[in-house]
T-cell receptor
Framework: QKEVEQNSGPLSVPEGAIASLNCTYS??????FFWYRQYSGKSPELIMF????GDKEDGRFTAQLNKASQYVSLLIRDSQPSDSATYLC??????????FGAGTILRVKS | GAVVSQHPSRVICKSGTSVKIECRSL??????MFWYRQFPKQSLMLMAT?????????EQGVEKDKFLINHASLTLSTLTVTSAHPEDSSFYIC????????????FGPGTRLTVL
């Protein structure tokens, strides 16, 4: 069983819509979770991180964490074509290492 | 956010040669640096973790004699791919952790290695 799982997609949404990206993790000991965006041929860039149950908002992005369900999500409001990328979910796992999911491809159509 | 640089950004080499990749934290002291490898359409795979002044910890399946990691200072780590072969062709990315944001990892821009 993979430690961090994501649907590979692609997830297609029209411009201006809300994109919802989901992630589950297996290590109940994980305390912090990160969302990265990666454009083709580039390295990941941090979008936001979340430690506590509930929602965390930053501009058009909202991260949601439910530790009981071992579930993390990222909502992107007012999606733009420039948001088209691969979104990587990561969890701090045993040994203080970031464990990445395989990523979800998001396509925003104008 | 903190800035991490990598050099070179792209390298092409012949099979059997060694290639060194540098990773630098430009505006903070990186207590820990990580080296990842990413093959096309796959996620990042952690190769090793290095702490300044100590030996790197390699992930299972990663040959420490082939991928030499040196973390000589709080701002510099190097990865040397020794006797590179075509199957080592990949996107190598470093990241660094430290400074004020103790849990965040900042990624370098990556190095595209092509072994002919």
């Amino acid at each position: 069983q993979k430690e961090v799982e994501q649907n590979s997609g692609p997830l297609s949404v029209p411009e201006g819509a809300i994109a919802s990206l989901n992630c589950t993790y297996s290590d109940r000991g994980s305390q912090s979770f990160f969302w990265y965006r990666q454009y083709s041929g580039k390295s990941p860039e941090l979008i936001m991180f979340i430690y506590s149950n509930g929602d965390k908002e930053d501009g058009r992005f909202t991260a949601q964490l439910n530790k009981a369900s071992q579930y993390v999500s990222l909502l992107i409001r007012d999606s733009q074509p420039s948001d088209s990328a691969t979104y990587l979910c990561a969890a701090f796992s045993y040994g203080n290492k970031l464990v990445f999911g395989a990523g979800t491809i998001l396509r925003v159509k104008s | 956010g903190a800035v991490v640089s990598q050099h070179p950004s792209r390298v092409i080499c012949k099979s059997g040669t060694s290639v060194k990749i540098e990773c630098r934290s430009l505006d903070f002291q990186a207590t820990t640096m990580f080296w990842y490898r990413q093959f096309p359409k796959q996620s990042l795979m952690l190769m090793a973790t290095s702490n300044e002044g100590s030996k790197a910890t390699y992930e299972q399946g990663v040959e420490k004699d082939k991928f030499l990691i040196n973390h000589a200072s709080l701002t510099l780590s190097t990865l040397t791919v020794t006797s590179a072969h075509p199957e080592d062709s990949s996107f190598y990315i470093c990241s660094a952790r430290g400074g004020m944001a103790a849990d965040e990892q900042f990624f370098g821009p990556g190095t595209r290695l092509t072994v002919l």
